[in-house]
């Protein structure tokens, strides 16, 4: 990333009521340098950044990584902080890793919300660790069965965990519009269907006055296919189930769910707006020169064309791809619609009101039979 690029990109995210980008630290020397730029950009646009550690790369021996850039970017500008005026710091995992006092030596000062993954309540994490202060469920932006998602697992752990807000502890859970990985060693889904996005978005504001802060999986992680922000050159090899799958839309859909969630009120639609996303091809096919299998639980999924209709009335949206077509009689607000994947290289929708088209668009969402490899990341267009 380039001065410039950092830049461009938190404008971006900020016209879409993106407030701060948390980076994600390993070991690598060059992340030194990215990490001063993206702060210094940071303040320069009016953008807070929050230092989150990757402990599944950093390991349980490396301090001095934590420590430096603790010590560093507590106090710059950009910084993220809570409202008794802390920096606001996380961690990927790192739960079994140090003792308390090896946490406190590096933390003691901060807000220290990690996403540990292991089996320990909050009381007994807080117990072990005091310097926790808060609890982000990293996994929470995908359901963990076969099924839509729902608000269990934050209410587990807001109510039943020994999370104590009003003692001062932060909750911070996720969102995401996807998740898909296929390398050799990482190779699975998650439950993406049923406008998992939207849905997800819809919880939060419904009990947005239980989280504290919500974090997007993620701006540009190509490699789990979670990105909302535009595709870059630095992928982790990602590139076969990545480039030409723009995400896009669920940024622009962003604005909408973040001012909600931060004001409690639902903004006005005052144009008519559509987001398609669909997979490549069937879930049952079989490609012809994947090294891989499918992905473990290819069959969480199914072939399906999701539409996001955001529309200032009523109306009658009709939706084409090859030989699927459906038409859906749509109201003023968001409209959630799903019909079965045709195969075609591109879907039309046309949306009229009262007689009168309002907008015939066509997005570029190809389906198909005949797989090369997997790839059961989406690609999602918007319009008009």
């Given at each position: ?117 292991n089996d320990l309540n909050y009381v007994s994490l807080k117990s072990l660790y005091p310097v926790v202060g808060g609890d982000l469920l990293w996994g929470g932006a995908w359901p963990k069965f076969d099924e839509p998602i729902s ?187 799903s019909m079965p994947l045709g195969v075609a290289s591109s879907v039309t929708a046309v949306l009229t009101r009262g007689g009168e088209q309002v907008f015939d668009f066509t997005a570029p969402i190809s389906f198909g039979h005949s ?14």
């Open positions: 990333y380039t001065p410039s690029q950092w830049a461009s990109e938190i404008k971006s995210a900020a016209a879409q009521g993106i407030d701060a980008f948390a980076l994600n630290i390993g070991y690598d020397s060059w992340q030194a340098g990215q990490v001063q730029s993206a702060y210094d950009a940071a303040a320069a646009n009016g953008f807070k950044m929050v230092l989150s550690f990757d402990m599944t790369v950093l390991g349980c021996g490396d301090s001095n990584v934590i420590q430096s850039n603790v010590d560093k970017y507590s106090n710059h500008p950009a910084q993220l902080k809570d409202n008794g005026g802390k920096a606001i710091v996380t961690t990927f995992d790192g739960g079994n890793c140090k003792s308390s006092d090896e946490w406190k030596s590096e933390l003691d000062g901060a807000r220290f919300v990690p996403a540990f993954f608000w269990s697992e934050d209410s587990f752990r807001i109510s039943h965990n020994g999370l104590n807000r009003g003692a001062g502890d932060l909750y911070i859970t996720t969102v995401s519009p996807w998740f898909f990985t296929h390398y050799g060693g990482k190779n699975f889904i998650w439950h993406n269907d049923d406008h998992l996005w939207n849905n997800r978005w819809e919880d939060l504001v419904e009990h947005r006055n239980q989280v504290d802060a919500v974090e997007i999986v993620s701006w540009n992680d190509y490699g789990e296919s979670t990105y909302i922000g535009p595709i870059g050159k630095d992928q982790p090899g990602s590139e076969a189930w990545v480039n030409g799958f723009d995400h896009r839309a669920f940024l622009e859909m962003t604005g909408y769910y973040a001012s909600a969630f931060k004001s409690g009120s639902w903004p006005s639609i005052t144009s008519d707006k559509i987001f398609i996303y669909g997979r490549p091809h069937g879930v049952n096919d079989q490609a012809s020169s994947d090294p891989l299998p499918r992905p473990d639980r290819y069959n969480w999924v199914t072939d399906k064309l999701w539409i996001v209709l955001f529309s200032t009335g009523s109306g009658s949206l009709t939706v084409t791809q090859g030989s699927s077509s459906s038409t859906t009689q749509v109201k003023a607000g968001v409209n959630k619609i797989p090369k490899t997997y790839n059961f990341n989406m690609n999602a267009a918007m319009g008009p």
